[in-house]
């Protein structure tokens, strides 16, 4: 009877045991579904996060390329990415490589951060401004690329503590302030130039390792690997006095206020917070003082003014050899003190616009602060000219007075960089008012606003002519592109602005004058002796280019060449630019008109008129009775 009851408990303890055994196995096989669930769920909340960065990185610029289009669905499926610029790795995006796609816009601060897995950035050779974006936590950061755009402001502290960085590229930027202290083992690359960074170049290991080409073209910037030393500051010269030994730290001397405080009674207390308040009501009110002598200097200024810049212009213009030394505003050297002054650090802190990239340099369009715009133009390859070359060129240029000129308001000048600061003239070139958007939807530029233009571009190349009879070529790069058309709505009429004028006395090379619209020339190709003979034959091709419609030197043909076959064939109506050729009661005017040009583009100079002479024959051309007028 009890041998029943034994086997009875051996098989509830081997149920028992059993229903133990499936327990365990459900409790293990539930927690390993939860854990891969929860690990597929924070990826799917990582990716989530990759995936929004991206939109609003998407929706954020502009291109020629359509993202919007491009950037839907899931940025990564199976390690690929159908996104353009984008590539994964282990689900998460690694790559983001946008490089000349003409992206325009700014970015985000936070425009990267949760893109923890990114190793590759590029966004090079565009058009972005603003502010560079923080990479702070991007550890996997490996290539950081924004060359070639139009980033202002400081170098972000945090990409100093990129752990893995091996190539930094900022050159072609308008980045200030100064290099941060990158000491990266892994940097084999890095570059910054052709910024407006100042300051000395950290002395770090990984920073010593670059040559002086990766930090060339930056404003003041000094130290190794530079071939410019640092100035060294005098004791007492805004420098704090250095410790002596055994002084004991800031956390110390605090520790020792706070005692003593602890020692002195009510009374001590008080005494020492009227003390302090009084103190500071005596620095408050020197600083109120300080201003209000400031502003009653400006005032004084400005009621003045106006005198001293007419007769520093007058003693120019008339070939004085004492002139007045421009008006100095922190580094800049100004012209003209009715101007608004403002400060180097003022322009390079303002925002900026690049206008153009040519053969003589960069130019910017330059918003300061109180909403004044100016245009920066920064001039490379003369690198190699003095500063008294440069100064008295500058000084000679800045004191032109004509309507027909986009006037010089400052410069500045150091060894490895010039700027010179013009007026800002709002609306387009002449070159993009006759070859911009041809088609349907065109405003066509009519015969009367021409022929307005043109009077006015001869009228300022005429006062060149006059005013700097010392240079051998006054203008030297007259062309379409350099002719300014101040046009609103509010004026109906055109008015042409000539700008950089001048440049050719500062090429170090004759042979450099190719870069200038006079390198095509009959006598540079020929290497025949320059005058402003060669301005009168940019002129005459300027001329037939607004007359036809055709860009010089476009194709092989040679514009004055082809003009005059055609003439010569009795088919003069058919070089008229289909624009205005519509306009039947003024073809007399404009064959007229092109008998001027083609005399002012003969071969031989000898043959070509005086710009005194041309003004008084285009000026004989009767104006219609349209839009247009000066």
């Not at 991206?54 to 390690?79: A, E, F, K, M």
């Not at 752990?163 to 290099?179: A, F, T, W, Y």
């Not at 706070?258 to 005494?271: D, E, F, T």
């Not at 008294?388 to 309507?403: A, D, N, P, T, Y």
């Amino acid at each position: 009877m009890k041998r029943p009851q034994v086997s009875c408990r051996l098989t509830r303890r081997l149920c028992d045991m059993r229903l133990g055994m499936s327990i365990s196995v459900f409790v293990i096989v539930f927690a390993q579904i939860f854990a891969i669930a929860a690990s597929k769920l924070a990826i799917e909340e990582l990716y989530h996060n990759e995936r929004n960065d991206l939109i609003q990185l998407r929706d954020s610029l502009s291109s020629t390329v359509n993202l919007h289009s491009n950037w839907t669905g899931p940025p990564c499926h199976n390690d690929q990415s159908r996104w353009l610029g984008i590539a994964c790795s282990d689900s998460h995006v690694v790559g983001i490589d946008l490089e000349g796609i003409q992206l325009t816009g700014s970015l985000l601060t936070t425009a990267f951060q949760n893109m923890a897995y990114l190793t590759t950035l590029s966004l090079s050779n565009n058009a972005l401004h603003g502010y560079l974006p923080s990479l702070k936590g991007l550890d996997n950061l490996q290539v950081v690329s924004f060359s070639r755009n139009r980033f202002s402001g400081s170098i972000p502290s945090d990409f100093v503590a990129l752990p893995n960085l091996s190539r930094l590229e900022l050159q072609d930027n308008l980045l200030n302030g100064s290099i941060p202290p990158f000491d990266q083992r892994t940097l084999t690359a890095f570059n910054v130039s052709y910024n407006f960074i100042e300051g000395q170049v950290p002395g770090t290991s990984a920073l010593q390792r670059f040559p002086s080409s990766s930090f060339d073209h930056n404003l003041e910037l000094c130290g190794t690997p530079m071939a410019k030393s640092c100035a060294v500051a005098l004791p007492g010269a805004g420098v704090p006095p250095s410790k002596p030994e055994g002084s004991a730290p800031p956390h110390s001397t605090s520790h020792l206020s706070q005692s003593r405080a602890k020692g002195l009674g009510p009374r001590g207390v008080a005494l020492i917070a009227v003390g302090a308040s009084m103190v500071s009501f005596m620095a408050i009110f020197s600083v109120l003082c300080y201003y209000k002598r400031y502003y009653k200097k400006a005032e004084g200024k400005g009621d003045h003014s106006g005198a001293a810049s007419i007769e520093f212009v007058e003693k120019a213009s008339k070939g004085s050899e004492s002139t007045t030394e421009p008006e100095r505003a922190g580094q800049l050297e100004f012209f003209n003190k009715e101007r608004q002054l403002f400060s180097l650090d003022d322009l390079l802190r303002s925002s900026a616009e690049v206008l153009g990239k040519g053969k003589l340099g960069t130019t910017y369009r330059v918003t300061l602060e109180p909403g004044v715009v100016v245009v920066v133009k920064r001039p490379k390859n003369i690198n190699g000219v003095s500063k008294k070359e440069f100064v008295q060129q500058m000084q000679l240029l800045g004191s032109l007075r004509h309507e027909n000129l986009v006037e010089i308001i400052s410069f500045y000048y150091s060894k490895n960089e010039k700027l010179i600061v013009y007026e800002h003239v709002p609306g387009e070139s002449l070159f993009q008012l006759l070859h911009d958007n041809r088609g349907e939807g065109r405003v066509p530029l009519n015969w009367a606003a021409r022929l307005n233009i043109v009077k006015g571009i001869a009228r300022g190349l005429a006062y060149l002519h006059q005013c700097l009879p010392s240079l051998k070529v006054p203008h030297g790069n007259l062309k379409s592109s350099n002719v300014l058309i101040l046009h609103n709505k509010h004026r109906p009429e055109y008015q042409p602005k000539l700008t950089d004028f001048g440049f050719q006395a500062l090429l170090l090379s004759p042979n450099q004058s190719h870069k200038l619209a006079i390198g095509k020339s009959p006598e540079f190709t020929q290497g025949r002796k320059l005058t402003n003979k060669t301005d009168v034959y940019c002129f005459g091709l300027m001329l037939l280019e607004a007359i036809t419609g055709q860009v010089p030197g476009d194709d092989e043909v040679d514009l004055p060449e082809w003009v005059s076959l055609v003439i010569r064939n009795d088919w003069s109506t058919d070089i008229l630019d289909l624009e205005i050729s519509a306009e039947r009661e003024s073809h007399g005017d404009m064959l007229r008109l092109t008998e001027i040009a083609l005399e002012c583009a003969a071969l031989e100079p000898e043959r070509r008129p005086k710009m005194s002479e041309v003004v008084k024959r285009i000026e004989e051309i009767k104006e219609p009775n349209s839009e247009g007028r000066i």
